[in-house]
């Protein structure tokens, strides 16, 4: 039986979504994130082709994660006044472009430029789906898709950094950029099918009222402390998945693109931990969670300084897992009580969140150039344990399970 069109839904489908719609979340959390990493798993094959330094080649990952907290806020108002499900097939499309005009690029600052313009297309997808989520999805159901979706994000964040560094091994990277464009072309189609429409969407078409909302979710704390979080746990995140690439790389290990490729699938674990996280988060709290969960990635960061391979690997599956745990977590905080402007607010976390990231491909670069993995290691449990003690001052009078009803 063919799948029926996205506007003949089952009109419950807001409190018992289905596998098909869950499916597509998950996909479009694929779509977004495809690119934003992919250049990883061969950074010390571009900084020899593109003769760059390390921290160049630290902007170059960077650039994607600034344009997305640039325009995250901005793609939140939007949103709020156009509507929801043409911004994402119009994104996921965007990201296309840039992706294939990256298989001409000869140096590392047009490289960096591309990287940047990729970066503006992927709030379109996130922040505009979260938002959707949020307005579609009840109680319990909307922490199960919101799980889907980020679980997607997930997968999307090791397809691409896998996908890279299989494909230089049979083609040159900028033809790999090609392949990498054309399924980015394929997700938008794919979107564009079966996204159902949005049933409880109202816009908000008026810019004073936009910058009157902005406002308030300014003064918000179950905006702001999210927000504070989410920059420590992205910048954690990047710093780490950036730099330990050149430390494999590096003797004694001596990792080609492919083994690199590989190291990412620990990513696959943390498909499997986030739809877990989906079930702890509404009996634990947010609270809770992220705490043990933060504790749980510092940790992993410490033990990839052990000196074996699985060591090393073992480090990096444990700080992922405890990432996309405090991320689902947050998220799903913020589309519970946030009730008002969700698309803004959820711009406002991805600036803060992707700020973070930015820095940690920026700043962990000086990290690992003076004072190697050692140095980057200092600096990425550093930033984590701001990160917990910002959860444990803040959240206690905020947070409570999330499957219990909004009174806000």
């Known amino acids: 039986m063919s799948a029926a069109p996205a506007t003949s839904s089952p009109p419950d489908y807001n409190d018992h979504p289905g596998l098909l719609l869950l499916l597509t979340l998950a996909l479009i959390g694929v779509f977004a994130f495809l690119q934003v990493y992919s250049v990883q798993s061969i950074l010390p094959e571009l900084r020899q082709d593109l003769n760059a330094t390390v921290v160049e080649i630290g902007g170059a990952v960077g650039a994607t994660v600034l344009a997305v907290a640039m325009v995250s806020p901005l793609m939140g108002m939007l949103s709020d006044a156009a509507g929801r499900k043409w ?32 970066g503006l297309a992927v709030p379109g997808v996130t922040v505009v789906t979260i938002a959707y989520i949020g307005e579609e999805f009840r109680a319990a159901a909307m922490v199960r898709v919101m799980t889907m979706y980020v679980t997607g994000t997930v997968l999307g964040g090791f397809l691409g950094r896998f996908l890279m560094g299989h494909l230089t091994e049979f083609m040159p990277w900028r033809a790999a ?64 998945f950036t730099y330990v690439n050149f430390h494999l790389a590096a003797a004694p290990y001596g990792f080609s693109p492919a083994q690199l ?136 009078g905020l947070a409570r399970p999330l499957a219990t009803p909004s009174t806000d």
């Open 87 to 118: 911004l994402v097939v119009a994104s996921v499309f965007a990201l296309a472009i840039p992706t294939a005009l990256m298989t001409q690029v000869d140096t590392v600052h047009g490289l960096t430029v591309l990287r940047f313009l990729q």
């Open 177 to 240: 950029f090609g392949v990498m464009a054309a399924l980015n072309l394929a997700g938008a189609v794919m979107v564009w099918r079966v996204l159902p429409p949005s049933r409880h969407f109202v816009a908000s078409p008026r810019f004073a009222s936009g910058v009157a909302t902005l406002g308030r979710l300014l003064r918000n704390p179950h905006v702001l402390v999210p927000s504070a979080l989410g920059f420590t746990v992205l910048f954690a995140q990047v710093g780490m």
């Open 261 to 396: 490729a590989n190291v990412f699938a620990v990513y696959l674990v943390g498909v499997v931990i986030t739809p877990l996280a989906g079930r702890a988060v509404p009996r634990l709290g947010a609270r809770r969670t992220i705490l043990l969960s933060v504790a749980l990635s510092a940790l992993g960061v410490l033990l990839t300084l052990l000196p074996s391979t699985w060591g090393i690997v073992a480090g990096l599956t444990l700080a992922s897992c405890g990432v996309f745990v405090t991320q689902s977590a947050t998220v799903s905080f913020i589309a519970h009580r946030v009730t008002s402007g969700r698309s803004l607010a959820t711009g406002l976390y991805y600036t803060a969140y992707y700020s973070g990231g930015f820095l940690g491909a920026w700043l962990c670069g000086f990290a690992y150039t003076h004072g190697g993995w050692p140095g980057t290691v200092a600096a990425l449990v550093a930033t984590q344990a701001l990160g917990w003690l910002i959860a444990w001052r803040f959240l206690p």
